[in-house]
């Protein structure tokens, strides 16, 4: 089916802002904003084949123009959190704006999720595909070299939104791009995500300080709140009596991706029981932030809705939280001359 394209005029956006809607054959539609990247919507059928719009998300794309839950949006120059926005590299210490009291938060304020995309390619056939490009500056938000970012979004044959990236550099810095949506099974407007059931690739969580920084190195889930080597509601025990709990306000942790080698593998499943609407993530890197929305706190989204706290949830594939600052965690530096790669697909099993 062909790709549908629509331009707007966004007040103190210089370029246009297109919107391009995705379609396969079975029903899955997505509409991806040039602004940020952002997945508007994602349109998914049941087991009946009646399709919802799975992602939180705005109705009109100046809607993205002040995203501070950075709902659907591409996250760079890196995701998640560096402490008091200090970023080494060789022998400097980079200052970072600072977006999260202390910290830097997701590229900063002026990070990739506010930035109009370039689209460098938009195909139709059986996988219909949509690239951006977004070239970050040396210095933007406070980080070194230029950075040339590619994201490429195709809707496959097997029912994945895909999110191919890569990126190159012209001095050494870090980069760990994301993707942001909020999922809810049952729809976006469809309630609390407590219920749905949750499974990770994941033995071990990195322990966080009230701030949301790694406190150590990653510990085992066993015997703990955070133990989804099973399948299990989120809510289930979201309320246990956990300091960890207590410093993310709930789940907004990383967890460690079992057996990590830089393939593409599932690193987590999710299932809501009363549609039965499934979904598997597969990325090749070795973390994955697991949010669940605790402080949406009612934002205005699409249709009326109101997303109060817990009616979405993250699932960002990624390197782990303050890794330049972790010598000991995968790293995230980029070197002029190599390719930083990534690949995340959600995958929708037909019912």
């Not at 054959?25 to 799975?54: S, Y």
């Not at 219909?128 to 809707?155: I, M």
Request: hydrophobic share 35%.
């Amino acid at each position: 089916m062909p790709i549908d394209k629509a331009t707007v005029a966004l007040p103190g956006i210089e370029q246009p802002v297109d919107l391009y809607t995705l379609h396969q054959p079975d029903g899955i539609r997505a509409r991806i904003l040039t602004l940020g990247g952002a997945v508007m919507t994602l349109e998914v059928p049941d087991g009946e084949g009646r399709a919802v719009d799975v992602v939180l998300g705005f109705d009109e794309p100046a809607g993205y123009l002040d995203n501070a839950p950075f709902l659907g949006a591409l996250i760079g120059r890196y995701g998640n959190r560096i402490a008091r926005g200090q970023l080494p590299v060789g022998d400097r210490v980079f200052q970072l704006a600072k977006n999260d009291g202390a910290n830097h938060l997701h590229g900063g304020p002026g990070g990739f999720h506010t930035v109009p995309w370039t689209v460098t390619a938009a195909s139709d056939g059986a996988e219909p595909r949509l690239a951006l490009r977004h070239v970050s500056r040396d210095g933007e938000e406070g980080y070194p070299g230029t950075v040339e970012v590619d994201a490429v979004y195709t809707l496959t044959r097997e029912r994945a939104l895909r999110v191919d990236y890569t990126a190159r550099t012209d001095r050494p810095t870090v980069v760990n791009l994301t993707q942001h949506s909020y999922f809810n099974l049952a729809g976006h407007a469809g309630g609390s995500i407590l219920d749905h059931h949750l499974r990770l690739s994941a033995s071990r969580f990195l322990p966080i300080d009230p701030h949301g920084i790694p406190t150590g190195p990653p510990r085992a889930v066993r015997g703990t709140p955070f133990d989804f080597l099973a399948p299990a509601p989120i809510g289930a025990r979201i309320a246990a009596d956990d300091e960890q709990l207590r410093h993310g306000s709930g789940y907004d942790h990383c967890f460690a991706v079992d057996g990590w080698d830089g393939s593409l593998r599932t690193i987590a499943e999710v299932l809501e029981p009363e549609s039965g609407r499934r979904m598997v993530v597969r990325s090749t890197e070795p973390g994955v932030q697991l949010y669940v929305g605790n402080h949406l706190g009612g934002v205005a989204g699409k249709r009326g809705a109101r997303y109060a706290a817990r009616t979405g949830f993250c699932l960002e594939a990624q390197r782990f939280p303050d890794s330049p600052n972790r010598p000991e965690f995968p790293s995230a530096r980029l070197q002029p001359g190599e390719t930083y790669r990534q690949t995340t697909e959600y995958v929708f099993p037909p019912g």
